[in-house]
């Protein structure tokens, strides 16, 4: 079992950062790649970056590249920083782990956070 608390989330303005974090616990949290997924209100959940158990690799969905940047330490702590934010990246943004994470297959990952809300406005 693995459990996965996220926190950080909240109200920023248009081109502000935010740091999102996301801490797994259980006895296999280090074999488990770790992903943030995101979803708006009335849109389909999506993938936004992907680490893996070790950390070493990393993948951005293509509107976060170059503005998010994903990092997990030895205490299987994920963050997300989120710099240059828009409001477009209002969502409800959830962290969720796996054997392997793509940002393509949230419905496969099989452990997820309750999730924490960015809001992006002025």
């Known amino acids: 079992q693995l459990q996965l608390v996220e926190s950080g989330g909240g109200l920023v303005q248009p081109g502000g950062s935010l740091r999102l974090s996301c801490a797994a616990s259980g006895n296999e949290a280090d074999f488990y790649s770790i992903g943030w997924f995101r979803q708006a209100p009335g849109k389909e959940r999506e993938g936004v970056s992907c680490?893996?158990?070790?950390?070493?690799?990393t993948v951005y969905a293509d509107s976060v590249t170059g503005r998010f940047t994903i990092s997990r330490n030895a205490k299987n702590t994920v963050t997300l920083q989120m710099s240059s934010l828009k409001a477009e990246d209002t969502a409800v943004y959830y962290c969720?782990?796996?054997?392997?994470?793509?940002?393509?297959?949230?419905?496969?990952?099989?452990?997820w956070g309750n999730g924490t809300l960015v809001t992006v406005s002025s």
């Open positions: 680490v893996s158990a070790s950390g070493s690799n």
């Open positions: 969720a782990a796996d054997r392997f994470c793509s940002l393509t297959g949230w419905d496969i990952m099989n452990y």
